[in-house]
């Protein structure tokens, strides 16, 4: 199982002299075909070579393709322009399992398709607010993941085998919200706190500007920061099952012209950075973006020698030494093992926007050894989740959701995304269990070296 980006389809004979190719993949899978063999595709393959040859000659640029055919031919018309240009064949990324019009939304340019491998962990037990499918006690998932890293999966599976054996992990989301912090402005400090109270103060109409543009998004708070003549506003909506960034801008959008309108601020950018959206911030840290979300589990100690092969005060001492002394020491944001892994491989697979794992690394691993059990956790501040909108509804990536059991909108909504961010925290802490039980053990090594990697 693959998880693609996008693609069409156009390959070319062993000999470039002729503007002439040999095969058309046309959406069925099939690797190599010629054209006479195709019927109908002919005026598609000509036309794909009419555009690359306009490119070539400079009448067209890239981006105007679709403007002269549908996406297909455009994908086709683009792929004869690199290899022409570059002599590199693109015939792997061709393939595809969709159509390349159900992608314009998610991408300009179109070549082709980006191949990952897709795996799967589990099941893994989770007892959360939002992931429930039996009246009582923990639900059941599998954790596909997407990823190129050796030996990943065969460790989150060990975590996860290891919490579904001492009853599952515990999952919460804490705090839901989308931020979006335009800058403004101001002549001074005098000015910019004039903004700051009209801003509280005013609220409602705020909302009521903000959601004109949304019929599902809602805003919650707005938080003034004065800094010298700037003024930053940091605006949270709950967008329900939409990871929600581009709503929050838009909403944000209408909500800075009625401040320009009302006060003397005047808006520089809609994202000041203060937002913060993809980079490291300890604002997201301590604060939260998206959902803040936790996890965690008691594992009797007979299941944790049995299953992770190694003595629960060691690992709690891994945990301690590498995670919060070594974290701390280095200035890190993340006082975790590996959380980011599992939230990418999650991301890749489902279809999130796989810039917010730089958020989702956020992340801080406790560990204590217990009289009869060893207590672990996870806590995400900023998982930026969505089971609607951006790439939820590729076919792969919404099989991906399907399988966690969340796709599309939730009911009541917002549901859905919380079950997401719940089911990525108990999947990060499957990992983190099974790499500082390595760790304690010493198996790290040893392990990549038995799996080959």
């Not at 398709?113 to 795996?119: A, E, I, S, V």
């Not at 489902?350 to 958020?359: K, L, N, P, R």
């Not at 806590?379 to 399907?402: H, I, N, R």
Request: glycine residues 10%; aromatic residues 4%; hydrophobic residues 45%.
């Amino acid at each position: 199982m693959i998880v693609m980006w996008y693609l069409m389809s156009l390959t070319w004979p062993a000999s470039r002299a002729s503007h002439e190719r040999d095969s058309l993949v046309a959406g069925t899978g099939r690797r190599r075909g010629t054209l006479r063999a195709l019927p109908g595709k002919r005026s598609r393959m000509t036309d794909a070579t009419a555009l690359a040859e306009r490119v070539l000659a400079g009448d067209l640029r890239l981006y105007q393709l679709e403007d002269h055919a549908d996406p297909e031919t455009a994908a086709a018309a683009r792929r004869v322009v690199l290899e022409e240009e570059t002599g590199i064949t693109l015939e792997e990324s061709a393939e595809y399992t969709f159509a390349a019009s159900d992608v314009e939304a998610n991408v300009e340019n179109l070549v082709g398709g980006t191949q990952l491998p897709l795996g799967v962990a589990g099941p893994l037990a989770i007892d959360g607010e939002a992931v429930s499918d039996v009246a009582d006690g923990p639900a059941e998932r599998y954790l596909p993941l997407a990823t190129t890293e050796g030996a990943l999966i065969a460790s989150v599976n060990r975590g996860c085998a290891t919490i579904t054996a001492a009853g599952g992990a515990n999952a919460r989301v804490t705090k839901s919200g989308m931020t979006r912090a335009p800058v403004f402005r101001v002549a001074d400090v005098t000015e910019g706190a004039e903004v700051a109270r009209w801003v509280e103060d005013n609220v409602d109409r705020l909302a009521e500007a903000a959601e004109s543009t949304t019929s599902h998004g809602e805003l919650q708070e707005v938080t003034p920061y004065v800094v010298g003549d700037n003024v930053f506003l940091r605006f949270s909506y709950d967008t329900k099952d939409a990871m929600g960034m581009n709503m929050a801008t838009i909403a944000t959008r209408a909500a800075s012209e009625l401040i320009e309108a009302e006060t003397p601020a005047s808006l520089v950018a809609l994202s000041g950075n203060l937002c913060s959206d993809k980079k490291p911030a300890a604002i997201n840290a301590i604060e939260g973006r998206g959902r803040s979300v936790t996890a965690d589990v008691r594992i009797p100690n007979d299941v944790v020698r049995d299953r992770l092969n190694a003595d629960p005060d060691a690992i709690a001492e891994a945990n301690t030494r590498k995670n919060l002394v070594g974290s701390a020491k280095a200035g890190s944001l993340g006082f975790n093992a590996h959380a980011a892994n599992v939230v990418a491989a999650v991301f890749l697979a489902a279809g999130q926007d796989a810039a917010h794992v730089v958020e989702g690394s956020n992340c801080i691993t406790t560990i204590e050894a217990r009289e009869d059990e060893l207590y672990a956790s996870v806590s995400l501040a900023s998982c930026q989740v969505g089971t609607v909108g951006g790439g939820t509804g590729l076919p792969t990536q919404a099989e991906a959701l399907e399988l966690l059991g969340v796709a599309g909108g939730g009911d009541p909504p917002g549901e859905n995304a919380d079950a997401l961010a719940e089911i990525v925290a108990a999947g990060a802490l499957a990992g983190e269990l099974s790499l500082l039980a390595a760790l304690a053990s010493r198996h790290l090594s040893s392990a990549h070296e038995e799996l080959g990697r």
